[in-house]
C-alpha cells in the first residue's frame, strides 16, 4: 500500500523482496534440509544493480524462523489463537533478519530506514494502555542502533507502528476489524505525532493489512501465506516499510518527541514574517 518515494529505491526494494522470498520458497521446499544455507540466485531487475544474496553467517537463525511457520505457511489446520502468535513474529523476524543483511553488505546507500519487528511479548497489555485490552502482536520500526528488546518489558502504544490482531479462522475479518479500530485509538492517544495508523487482521492463512485515516479505513486485498504469490506480497510489504519515509507510515514530520525533556516539539508556520519561518512550541 505503500513503497519508497524514489524509482530507484523501489527497485532496490524489489530485488531485497526477491531475494527473500527465494530464500523462503527454497527452505519450504519438501526437499530442503536445516542443512542447506544458500538459495537459488534472485532474478535481475531490469535497470537496477542485483540485491546481494543475505550473508550466511545469519543462515542457521532465518531457517530457525522457518521452520517455527513452516505449518502455518504450508496450510497446517489451526486449533487455537495463540498458535499462530509463533508463526507470525517468526515470519516477521525472518523478514527483518534479511534486510538486515543486506544493509549489513550494502550500508546506507541500500536505502533500508529502519527493521520493522515484532514486539517483544505477545497478547499483552501495553504499558500505557488506558484499558485492560490485551494486544495479539505489536510491530515496533526499530533503529539499526537500537537496543534488542527483552522479554521482561511490555512494549508500549507509543512505540508501536501497527498491531496484529489473530483469528483461527480464515475470513474472520469482520470480528478482527473492530479490535483494530480500538487498538489504533490507542495509538493515537499515545502518539501525538501520528497522522494515521497501520494495523493487521490475520484470520487463518490470510493476512490484510488495514490503513486507518483521519475519515476512513481501508483493508488490502488478503494475501493467502499458503501460496508463494501471497507470501511474496506479505514480503514486499515489509520491505517496502523497511524503505519508506517516516511520513509514509503516518507520522507527522514536524511534530518531534524529545525523550530528554520528555515534550512534543511542533513547528508552526510564523504568519507575520513576510517569508514563511517557523518557530518551536512546547507540550
Known sequence: MVQPLKYAQQDIAVNIAEVVACFLEAHLSPKSTLLETTAPPPKQVKGTRGA??????SSSARIAHIDEMRDWLL???LRLESGMYGPITAFVSYVALCV???????????????LICPADKADYQPDDSDDKTRIDIGLCSMDFDDPAPTASTRTPYHKLLAVVEA?????????AWPQLYGYTRQMYQAQHNLRSAWGFAICGHEVRVCHFGNDVAVSSNPMNVTTPEGRRA????????????????GHDPTIEYLP?????????PDD????????????
Open 52 to 57: 546481494k544474496q543475505p550473508s550466511n553467517t
Open 100 to 114: 538486515q543483511a543486506q544493509r549489513d553488505k550494502a550500508g546506507s546507500t541500500a536505502g533500508i530506514r529502519r
Open 260 to 268: 530528554n525533556l520528555d515534550c512534543w516539539q511542533i513547528d508552526c
Open 167 to 175: 483469528k483461527v479462522c480464515s475470513g474472520n475479518f469482520k470480528e
Open 234 to 249: 506479505f514480503i514486499e510489504l515489509l520491505v517496502d516499510w523497511s524503505m519508506c519515509e517516516d511520513s509514509q507510515l
Open 272 to 283: 507575520t514574517a513576510h517569508d514563511i519561518d517557523c518557530y518551536k512550541s512546547r507540550f
Open 75 to 77: 496450510g497446517k489446520p
